[in-house]
């Protein structure tokens, strides 16, 4: 345990997920599922049992440092990574690495977003255990495939080779397919979704990064005399202006040919829109999911969110979202949720305070 980390990227926005996803606010911070616990409290506390406290860094953007810190007590400043600029994920989970490397570099690592639900969390530490297991003497990189169980155009598909070892090793990856094409994913039988949770020890990962994204390499490699240091801060600064937008998937993941995944089932989402949290969530007997002071009337298999201080009173939907938040009152058919991100544009428009 004492070589294995966590790294928990907690620097999105989460567009669609608003209006309770704001930039000020985004909704890994938020108690989603009314649990008492934000989804980035959850994802520190999966985690438990696979390494201590002390190896868990989080990578986030500067003006979520104070949130963090009260959500998180737990961690030391040098566990929290602060982006200056949004570079998408290949960057943070660079400087996340690196920084690891310089402490331990026998680092087995595991990287994860902090806004996805687990519902079967032993399930998922003997995942993650697999996959430590996998990782901790062979330079491999690992990700962490789940079991469709719908031809789901939102996430992206992993082609692995059929054989009857636990580490399949990964043939293709596929970004979100249109209908058709995840239909004929799910009857081939050899096509997972991607959970991007990833495993890798710090050879293997810097191995990669130096082949595929020198530029990227280079510039966290020029950190090594800064980590912990008083000085990091202004190093990092100065090397997310020379980084560059990409993907880990698209980075590197999608080119090296040492990817392998462990085919999972823990009861994952991905809590990217409403229709997911919907999906997750205890329904009552017309299929509804509320939360709020609601008096719902010939209302069925919708999502209600509103706050308790305000009576909501709905009729006569069906399939609806219906979301209240800091000022704005969402209502928009499910079906049509990635509409909301066009919605956020046009609010920008109006009034910063929106978004």
């Known amino acids: 345990m004492q070589d294995s980390y966590v790294i928990i990227m907690a620097g999105g926005v989460g567009t669609r997920f608003w209006p309770f996803s704001r930039t000020d606010f985004p909704k890994q911070f938020h108690d989603v ?135 399949k090793k990964v043939k293709s990856f596929t970004e979100k397919p249109h209908l058709e094409l995840a239909i004929k994913f799910l009857d081939s039988g050899d096509f997972v979704w991607n959970a991007g949770i990833f495993v890798w020890n710090i050879n293997a990962f810097k191995k990669a990064l130096k082949k595929f994204q020198p530029n990227i390499a280079e510039i966290f490699e020029g950190g090594e005399n800064h980590y ?62 509320t939360d709020g002071n609601l008096i719902l009337h010939n209302t069925t298999n919708s999502i209600i969110k509103t706050p308790m201080d305000k009576l909501v009173v709905v009729n006569g939907l069906d399939g609806f979202i219906v979301a209240e938040y800091d000022g704005v009152l969402l209502i928009c058919k499910k079906e049509d949720e990635q509409k909301v991100k066009e919605f956020v544009a046009e609010a920008k428009e109006l009034d910063v305070k929106y978004v």
């Open 33 to 167: 599922l009314g649990t008492g616990k934000t989804l980035l409290q959850q994802t520190v506390e999966r985690f438990d049992g696979v390494c201590p406290i002390e190896n868990i860094y989080i990578v986030t953007s500067q003006e979520y440092k104070d949130i963090v810190k009260e959500q998180i007590p737990a961690l030391t400043d040098d566990q929290i990574l602060l982006e200056p600029n949004r570079r998408n994920t290949a960057p943070c989970i660079a400087y996340a690495c690196y920084k690891i490397a310089a402490k331990n570099p026998n680092a087995n690592v595991v990287v994860a977003p902090a806004d996805h639900i687990i519902l079967k969390e032993e399930n998922f530490r003997d995942t993650i255990n697999i996959a430590l297991g996998a990782t901790r003497n062979e330079d491999i990189l690992v990700t962490l495939g789940i079991q469709p169980s719908r031809p789901d155009t939102g996430y992206g598909y992993i082609q692995y080779i059929p054989d009857k070892l636990t580490v």
């Open 228 to 289: 912990y240091l008083e000085t990091e801060d202004g190093f990092v600064q100065r090397a997310y202006q020379h980084c560059g937008s990409i993907s880990i998937d698209n980075g590197i993941m999608e080119k090296a040919d040492n990817v392998h995944v462990v085919l999972s089932n823990f009861g994952w989402s991905d809590l990217g829109t409403w229709k997911s949290l919907y999906e997750v969530s205890e329904k009552d007997a017309n299929l509804n999911v």
